[in-house]
C-alpha cells in the first residue's frame, strides 16, 4: 500500500517567514495531492500535482512534484497567520480507474504574529 | 461553489447503539469515499462507492460498517454496534472521476460514544 512520510512533524514560525514542508512517498505518485486542515474541521483542496517536475502556484503556495515522482514540496513565501493548520498530502493509489486517496500524518503549522 | 454536506456535525451514541451518517455528495460527482479520522492522528481510509456498489475497503471497514446511497443522492455510513474505539471524526468525499481528480470533503461528523 501507499505509504507517504511528511517532515517536519510540526513547525512553528515567524509571521513573514519563509517555509518549506515534505512528502515522500515509498512509491511512484500516480497523483499527488496537498490538502489543509483547521483543527476539527473539513479538508481544504490546495493543489495536484500529476507530472515528474510539475510545479503549481495558488497566491503564496508553490507545490512541486520531483521527477523521479517520489517527493513533493509545498513552500509558503512570507507566511501569515491565515496559513496555520495541519497540512496534508495525499496520493492515489494505482488501481485502476478507481482509487483511494491516502494520506500522510499531516504537518501541525503555526504562524507566530 | 458546490460542497459536501454531511450531517449531522455532532452525534453522541450509547455504545452499542446504531448510528447512520449522512453525506450529500456533489452532485455530477460518481465516486464517493468515507474517510475516519482519530482525535490526533491520521486521515483513514474507510470505503470507496462506485456505482451503486462498494470498490474497495479498508480493514477498519468490518461487518459493522455498511454504506448505501438509498436514493441517488444522499449517501449514508452505518455502524451497527458502536464501539467506544469509534470515536472519531467521519469525512464524505466525493469525485467526478475515480482518479487524477481533486476530492471535495464534507465538514465532518464528530461521532463520540460513551
Known amino acids: 500500500s501507499q505509504e507517504l512520510e511528511q517532515s517536519p512533524q510540526s513547525l512553528i514560525v515567524q509571521e513573514g517567514k519563509n517555509l518549506t514542508i515534505n512528502c515522500t512517498s515509498s512509491?511512484?505518485?500516480?497523483?499527488l495531492y496537498w490538502y489543509k486542515q483547521k483543527y476539527g474541521e473539513g479538508l481544504i483542496f490546495l493543489m495536484m500535482?500529476?507530472?515528474?517536475?510539475e510545479e503549481k502556484s495558488h497566491e503564496k503556495i508553490t507545490a512541486k512534484l520531483d521527477e523521479k515522482k517520489q517527493q513533493s514540496s509545498l513552500h509558503i513565501t512570507a507566511s501569515q497567520p491565515s496559513h496555520a493548520g495541519i497540512y496534508l498530502c495525499?496520493?492515489?493509489?494505482?488501481?485502476?480507474?478507481?482509487?483511494?486517496?491516502?494520506f500522510g500524518k499531516g504537518i501541525t503549522l503555526s504562524v507566530r504574529p | 461553489e458546490p460542497e459536501v454536506t454531511q450531517t449531522p456535525s455532532h452525534q453522541v451514541t450509547q455504545m452499542g447503539q446504531e448510528v447512520i451518517l449522512r453525506c450529500v455528495p456533489i452532485?455530477?460527482?460518481?465516486?464517493f469515499y468515507w474517510y475516519r479520522q482519530i482525535l490526533g492522528q491520521k486521515v483513514e481510509f474507510l470505503v470507496s462507492?462506485?456505482?451503486?456498489?462498494?470498490?474497495?475497503k479498508s480493514e477498519i471497514f468490518d461487518d459493522q460498517f455498511s454504506v448505501e446511497r438509498p436514493d441517488g443522492s444522499n449517501f449514508t455510513l452505518k455502524i451497527r454496534s458502536t464501539k467506544l474505539e469509534d470515536s472519531a471524526m467521519y469525512f464524505c468525499?466525493?469525485?467526478?472521476?475515480?482518479?487524477?481528480?481533486?476530492?471535495?470533503f464534507g465538514q465532518g461528523t464528530r461521532l463520540t460514544v460513551v
Open positions: 468525499a466525493s469525485r467526478v472521476q475515480g482518479i487524477n481528480t481533486e476530492a471535495f
Open positions: 512509491k511512484t505518485l500516480y497523483g
Open positions: 500535482l500529476q507530472k515528474g517536475g
Open positions: 495525499g496520493a492515489d493509489g494505482y488501481t485502476g480507474a478507481n482509487s483511494k486517496l491516502t
Open positions: 452532485s455530477n460527482h460518481l465516486y
Open positions: 462507492f462506485y456505482n451503486n456498489e462498494i470498490s474497495e
